[in-house]
């Protein structure tokens, strides 16, 4: 639930399952809500295994990293979309919106999910030329029903930056290699267990002030993520 855990940021070393994670996620999700309850856009700029998720009835699109045009006119439409709310809100946020609108029976806006995979090689390949967008979004798109989803190596000036990171109130961490990087993602002074390493999509997360070990599914029998980017494909179509 987003409305509840706010922008999530995705972080592990190369290699760890970051991608296949966004995969799971987004499968889920698109199984759990209608396109009326949930939109989503994806700009990949890691592996291109989420392309097959743009016939998802779920999705306004997926952008690479060769789409400078569309990734402009994206960001365009999502600050036309938060002006719109903030009229629509009138100083309310977007749960208070939800639950007037469910007790007149009346349709609802649906969440938008911002997923950027690969967040470091985004802000390289734009000149971190959407900053200011993103911070925004960081800042004030919760009460809009607009959330973050971004993996990355990490927080700092070349991965997450500080302003964007501040705002970011879960964190999901695969493998990090040591006790000191872990804690400083899950942003915690003790971490005690150790996630089995070379395990992709192993890793920590930070749940009710305990950390806890989890392993991620994937979401459909494959051999590899890009088999079951394919089959995610079929689905969608």
């Known amino acids: 639930n987003f409305s509840e855990g706010g922008h999530l940021a995705i972080c ?9 994670f966004l995969q799971t996620l987004l499968y889920s999700l698109i199984h759990k809500y209608s396109p009326l309850e949930l939109n989503y856009y994806v700009l990949d700029y890691s592996s291109r295994i989420l392309m097959n998720y743009d016939s998802d009835p779920h999705c306004g699109g997926v952008v690479i ?19 719109e709310r903030k009229r629509t809100f009138q100083g309310g946020n977007y749960s208070q919106y939800v639950q007037a609108q469910r007790s007149k ?27 200011n967008v993103i911070n925004r979004i960081a800042r004030e798109g919760v009460g809009y029903g607009i959330f973050l989803v971004l993996t990355s190596a ?11 990171a501040d705002n970011i109130r879960t964190v999901i961490s695969l493998e990090m290699g040591d006790k000191f990087k872990y804690a400083e993602v899950l942003r915690t ?24 070990e989890f392993q991620t599914a994937m979401c459909l029998e494959a051999e590899d993520s890009y088999q079951m980017s394919e089959r995610i494909g079929q689905e969608c179509r």
């Open 105 to 131: 029976k009346q349709d609802i806006v649906p969440a938008v999910l911002v997923v950027i995979d690969n967040y470091s090689n985004f802000r390289e390949k734009t000149d971190c030329g959407y900053d």
């Open 12 to 20: 592990g070393t190369v290699a760890t399952g970051k991608s296949t």
């Open 154 to 164: 990490g927080f700092g000036s070349s991965e997450i930056p500080t302003r964007t």
């Open 189 to 212: 002074t003790r971490v005690e267990i150790m996630p089995e390493s070379d395990v992709k999509g192993r890793g920590l997360a930070y749940v009710n002030g305990a950390i806890l």
């Open 65 to 83: 990293d060769t789409d400078e045009d569309k990734v402009t006119k994206f960001f365009y439409m999502i600050e036309k979309i938060m002006e």
